[in-house]
């Protein structure tokens, strides 16, 4: 999976959340629920961190598409965390 994950606030973010790209990775791969929001643009995949935590990963459109397609990070937050 290619990730381009956007400096400034997704790295902040991910640092400050002990996120890791693995994290990410897994999340988008085994995910539970994907949440289409046309008003941000994003795509937000709900799913599992390698520690089995849930995640929210918080894409550009249209998101994964297959490995060969970048998947732009827009942020991620552990569920529960504003």
């Known amino acids: ?3 381009d994950i956007r400096q400034g606030h997704a790295t902040e973010r991910m640092t400050e ?7 990410i990775e897994n999340a988008i791969r085994n995910h539970r629920q994907v949440v289409n929001d ?9 799913g599992p ?9 918080f894409t550009l459109p249209p998101g994964y598409v297959n490995e060969q397609t970048p998947v732009i990070i827009k942020s991620a937050a552990w569920k529960g965390t504003p």
């Open 17 to 23: 959340r002990k996120i890791s790209r693995q994290d």
């Open 38 to 46: 046309p008003s941000k643009p994003s795509v937000t995949y709900i």
């Open 49 to 57: 961190g390698v520690n089995g935590r849930t995640l929210k990963v």
């Open 1 to 3: 999976m290619i990730l």
